[in-house]
């Protein structure tokens, strides 16, 4: 293994995938450097995070920084403000590495600027790529900044094409664990508590997406992810469940050969790739044992059962402004749902009503994605008030 020590900036370092990225850097002090971990409630996490890390920054949410402060009472390590300073750390020299672990569409601002400023980019983060995705590949591609994706799918398909031509791509298969009622009936969703759709099978990830997964709405994003990463139409990528999640996605091209990525179900994989690309470096992760996986199986989605991901199938052959609309709606409706304030099957229903009434804007630009995000947004929150 050769290393040349890099300089890494985590945002969001106190989620599922920001602690999971300082395991695989903690496996890694002489090949990396963290100059920057942020957060935006979980002071006492980020504050522990930067005690064993020693960053030069710490971003958290405004209302915290005093308590962050006290805790930290350190004068080498600045902190800042994370409603106001995501962008400027992003670009700064300091940092080669951009791991982007936030959550939510305020990650498109630094996703924007990091690629502008020409970073290697890691980006878990689904959002921005949704709702701007060929604004950042824009940003990216002008100034040379490369994005290594650290969703395990899209980590799949980045692997499989490496060597290849796109122009050779016949198909993505992305692959979808199911998520935690492919095995229940629909009629018996609504009867399910909050921690029944919170267990997901396979993954253990943040609150949001374990939602998204049940809905299958995150597998829709995930077309939509794969259409701007690798500049496909959307009809060359097909959705097929994989119950066992080993295949992480395939891709077939024009001679017929499919070429696949497999691994343990275990996110440290792709954040290790995103960080260690070109090369690959010792996981430590268990290898997989092929006589004891048993059986690997491939079908169809049931549209009907989950009707999300019809939905963000249909958006994603639109475009425009529409993507930044499921994702506004389907946040609100989300949250409405953790929140105990609508049900279940009604997250579909808020977020379809909120589509199917928008007019779709074409030629996207910052400000336009900010105002209809805005907007859509106080739409879905008054359809929830109505159901409440
Ligand atoms: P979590 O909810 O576990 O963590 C979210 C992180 O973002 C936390 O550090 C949180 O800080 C921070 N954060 C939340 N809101 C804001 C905000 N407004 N401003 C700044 N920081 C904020 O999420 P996950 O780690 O599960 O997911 C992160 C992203 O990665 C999502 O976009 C998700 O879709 C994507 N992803 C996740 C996968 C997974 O396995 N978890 C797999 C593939 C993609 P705090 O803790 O202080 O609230
Ligand atoms: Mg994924």
């Not at 920057?36 to 949410?61: C, D």
């Not at 995930?222 to 097909?238: H, I």
């Not at 977020?351 to 900010?370: C, N, P, S």
Request: charged share 20%.
């Amino acid at each position: 293994m050769t290393c040349r020590k890099k300089k890494v900036l985590i945002l969001g370092s106190t989620g599922s995938i920001g602690i999971n990225t300082l395991r695989v850097l903690s496996r890694f002090p002489d090949c990396f450097e963290v100059v920057g971990l942020t957060a935006h409630h979980n002071w006492r996490l980020l504050a522990e995070q930067a005690k064993l890390f020693r960053p030069k920054y710490v971003a958290i949410g405004q209302k915290h920084i005093l308590a962050l402060k006290l805790v930290l009472n350190s004068p080498r390590i600045k902190i800042l403000a994370v409603e106001r300073d995501l962008a400027f750390l992003t670009v700064l020299p300091d940092v080669d590495i951009v791991v982007i672990a936030m959550s939510g569409r305020l990650a498109l601002e630094p996703f924007l600027c990091a690629a502008q400023a020409g970073k290697h980019i890691a980006p878990a983060n689904k959002e921005a790529l949704v709702i701007a995705g060929e604004m950042i590949m824009a940003a990216t591609a002008k100034s040379g900044a490369r994005i290594i994706p650290v969703d395990s799918e899209q980590s799949a398909i980045f692997q499989c094409l490496q060597g290849n031509h796109i122009k050779d791509l016949k198909k993505i298969y992305l692959t979808a664990s199911g998520g935690a009622l492919y095995n229940t009936p629909r009629q018996n969703f609504d009867a399910l508590t909050i921690a029944d759709i919170l267990n997901h099978p396979r993954w253990k990830m943040g609150k949001k997406i374990t939602v998204d997964s049940a809905t299958l709405m995150n597998k829709g994003f995930e077309v939509l992810e794969a259409q701007r990463l690798f500049a496909v139409d959307v009809n060359k990528v097909d959705v097929v469940i994989h119950p066992q999640a080993i295949v992480h996605s395939m891709v077939s091209f024009k001679d017929g050969s499919v070429l696949a990525q497999l691994g343990m179900t275990d996110m440290r994989l792709p954040i290790q790739y995103a960080l260690t690309y070109p090369q690959r470096w010792d996981s430590g992760l268990p290898a997989l044992d092929f006589t004891k996986l048993g059986q690997l199986t491939f079908a169809k989605p049931d549209l009907r059962k989950f009707p999300c991901l019809g939905l963000a199938l249909q958006v994603a052959r639109v475009g425009g402004t529409l993507p930044t609309v499921l994702n506004a709606a389907d946040e609100e409706a989300v949250q409405a749902f953790l929140a105990g304030q609508i049900r279940f099957s009604q997250i579909f229903k808020v977020v379809d009503k909120v589509v199917q009434t928008h007019k779709v804007q074409k030629r996207l630009t910052l400000k336009m994605v900010q105002d209809v995000d805005a907007q859509e947004r106080l739409k879905a929150k008054a359809l929830i008030a109505k159901i409440k």
